[in-house]
């Protein structure tokens, strides 16, 4: 069957290939629509918005700057129920060795052990989530 979901556990690592990111550690939040990535420096410039990945704490952050042309603003409510406005980007994510397109809005994600939650949004669909499990894509990547 192509079409059958494939089992994704709670976390895993992931690639954003457009970014250069490599294995990057997601949480799976059926409780979130929306996906989103940990994002510092977001500024609109002109017609423009630009931000820089991660930060310098994190092994994977690369410092290049990131410009957008096509971006939204969208209101995004929090867990603790505060509606928050953020920057949505459209870009691609790997998992299990296959390359979708993903809708990330843009937040600082300091306090969180996670810099990437992905939302019920990209995993409808896809994936069914085994919360017992982890790194399930990333322990097939070659």
């Keep these: 069957m192509e079409n059958q979901k494939k089992i994704i556990g709670r976390t895993d690592k992931v690639d954003f290939p457009l970014f250069e990111l490599k294995d990057i550690d997601v949480k799976v939040d059926t409780g979130a629509y929306t996906s989103s990535i940990h994002c510092k420096e977001i500024k609109e410039v002109g017609e423009l918005l630009e931000c820089r990945f991660l ?14 042309k096509n971006y939204d603003i969208t209101a995004v ?3 603790n129920g505060k509606v928050e406005i953020r920057y949505a980007i459209k870009t691609k ?21 996670f810099p990437v939650l992905i939302g019920r949004k990209f995993l409808s669909g896809k994936f069914l989530v085994d919360t017992q499990l982890e790194d399930q894509s990333y ?4």
């Design 93 to 113: 994510i790997t998992l299990f060795n296959k390359t979708n397109p993903i809708t990330l809005t843009l937040s600082s994600r300091d306090d969180m052990r």
């Design 77 to 79: 409510k929090s867990s």
């Design 139 to 142: 322990n097939l990547k070659s």
């Design 55 to 68: 930060d310098p704490t994190h092994p994977e952050y690369n410092g290049k700057k990131f410009t957008f």
